[in-house]
């Protein structure tokens, strides 16, 4: 059956109706992961699901603008809030493959969103709110996987500089350095935590996140932007002298 999903999913955006369609049962799917049995297999089958739900990110045939503009763009946002729900739901069953394949898809797809040339496909504010979206799952992903892994954060952070230029990427990164920054200082200072910041991916109320991990998430999303490619643009230089 999934080898059938996948083909919908690479149809023309006018078939967005069964492309719809199968992003609904990917749903159902990753809502019942035990009915593909042990964890090894879930995770096998999570990923061929995350990969293809990357599909309509191609926007192939996008000619119909009334389709796009309309319910081809609804099923982006929903698949990215499938995404987003996937790992902060399941991510304490992730394999370390799983959550690297989950990033690079994000990566792919942020990647793909800032360099489309959107004029005359969504308004600017949709667009905007596309690219967004992207960009929060991804940043959120990374953050939520608990990986340190060197050769993940060089890509990661390799695709972020070419973001930097990007005034949506800045505006989901100050929100990432804020949140950092709070219960850094809350943990430094104050003592304290706040329990649903370390909710979600691999951090449970068991398993909370670190104060190291923490630190090590903070100065490396810090780290992030390319301060040259934010200087040369005065709005998003702006934007990044508010953080």
């Known amino acids: 059956i999934s080898e059938h999903l996948a083909v919908i999913l690479s149809l023309s955006v006018n078939d967005v109706p069964i492309m719809a369609t199968a992003r609904t049962i990917y749903r159902n ?8 049995g042990d964890l090894k297999r879930q995770n096998k089958f999570i990923r061929r699901i995350l990969k293809q739900l990357s599909l309509p990110f191609a926007f192939n045939d996008a000619e119909n603008q009334d389709v796009i503009k309309g319910s081809f763009y609804s099923l982006l946002i929903g698949i990215l809030t499938d995404y987003h729900n996937a790992h902060v739901t399941h991510g304490l069953i992730f394999e370390k493959e799983t959550w690297i394949l989950f990033i690079k898809i994000l ?14 496909k969504f308004p600017k504010a949709d667009a905007s709110k596309l690219r967004q979206k992207s960009f929060d799952v991804c940043l959120s992903i990374v953050q939520l996987s608990g990986l340190a892994d060197e050769d993940v954060w060089q890509i990661f952070q390799k695709y972020c500089s070419q973001w930097s230029r990007c005034y949506d990427f800045i505006k989901v990164w100050e929100d990432f350095i804020r949140m950092l920054f709070s219960e850094l200082n809350n943990r430094l200072y104050k003592h304290e935590s706040n329990s649903k910041f370390i909710q979600g991916g691999v951090y449970s109320t068991e398993n909370p996140l670190s104060d190291s991990m923490l630190k090590f998430l903070f100065f490396k999303y810090l780290g992030l932007i390319d301060i040259s ?11 990044f002298a508010n953080t």
Request: net charge negative; with cysteine.
């Open 229 to 239: 490619q934010v200087q040369a643009d005065g709005e998003i230089f702006q934007e």
């Open 107 to 120: 990566i792919g797809i942020c990647d793909q969103l800032f360099n489309y040339d959107f004029l005359g």
């Open 29 to 36: 799917w990753m809502n019942n992961l035990s009915m593909f």
